[in-house]
């Protein structure tokens, strides 16, 4: 029975559990429940915390996770990212107060907050800055404002926390983050967790495309389809009207309203466009 790990709160808990549930694996629970069995899928699911997951799939007792990248990394263990998952994300940067700190150079000789001690580290002695690293667990923005630290390096969503501390950004992003599937070498070859890896990655797949049916002339099938080749060829099906054409094709979700509105302007109606729960292409 494959054990899997999701995040028992968080950003990424709800995320999580929605692509877990979509790739059609059971993940309600009790309030407090922090394991369950789904017997149907053959797997076990367990909810810990977002920071120690890459350390359970590490140890071997946890055969997959689902955790941040920025997480895995620090964490610091032999377990890996097999997939990126598309959701989540974040950026990890340098702040502080404007006046003082303007350059990632800047804070040679400074102290630094972050819960994030490896990430940092290994940044700064890769880019050759001395600094003091201060390790806090979370709520790492008041930290200058209390004298701990010159600066700090923390996770950034909106970036609006930061600026009510009278904190900003400065430098390029240490990590981009998100969600990431995560395994080790001694696991990842299984056929339980290959098949796990199949049915997120239809998840994600079908996030990715839309359907799109429509209704076109006959004469101006051509022209249509030349708009929304979709992915190997169209489905096209005769009307009680011989003079149309039914129309059914796969196509990139980032893409669906400007080919509805090219459609339409060339003559097609009756354009519909539907989400995909899950596909395998």
Request: charged share 20%; no cysteine.
């Amino acid at each position: 029975m494959l054990r899997i790990a999701l995040p028992n709160k968080g950003s990424l808990a709800e995320g999580a559990a929605r692509i877990m549930s979509e790739a059609g694996y059971r993940t309600k629970r009790q309030a407090r429940q922090l394991h369950i069995t789904d017997r149907d899928n053959d797997v076990e699911i367990f909810f810990l915390r977002p920071r120690d997951i890459a350390v359970y799939v590490d140890s071997g007792t946890i055969q997959a996770g689902i955790t941040g990248r920025d997480l895995l990394l620090d964490s610091g263990v032999s377990a890996h990212e097999h997939r990126a998952l598309g959701f989540g994300a974040s950026t990890f940067r340098f702040a502080g107060p404007a006046d003082s700190v303007s350059r990632v150079e800047d804070l040679n000789g400074l102290r630094i907050a972050t819960s994030f001690d490896n990430l940092v580290t290994d940044y700064l002695f890769a880019h050759e800055i001395a600094a003091e690293v201060v390790h806090l667990d979370g709520a790492v923005e008041s930290s200058v404002q209390l004298g701990v630290a010159d600066a700090i390096a923390d996770v950034v969503e909106t970036g609006s926390t930061l600026a009510a501390a009278g904190l900003a950004v400065f430098g390029a992003p240490l990590l981009k983050s998100e969600a990431v599937l995560i395994t080790t070498d001694a696991y990842a070859g299984l056929p339980e967790f290959q098949a796990l890896d199949e049915r997120l990655r239809g998840v994600l797949v079908g996030r990715s495309y839309v359907i799109i049916d429509y209704n076109i002339p006959a004469q101006l099938l051509e022209e249509a389809v030349s708009i929304t080749p979709g992915i190997e060829s169209p489905t096209v099906s005769h009307l009680q009207d011989s003079n149309w054409r039914a129309v059914r094709v796969l196509a990139p979700r980032r893409d669906a309203n400007r080919l509805a509105g090219e459609l339409y302007r060339i003559g097609a109606r009756g354009i519909l466009v539907s989400d995909l729960l899950f596909a395998r292409l």
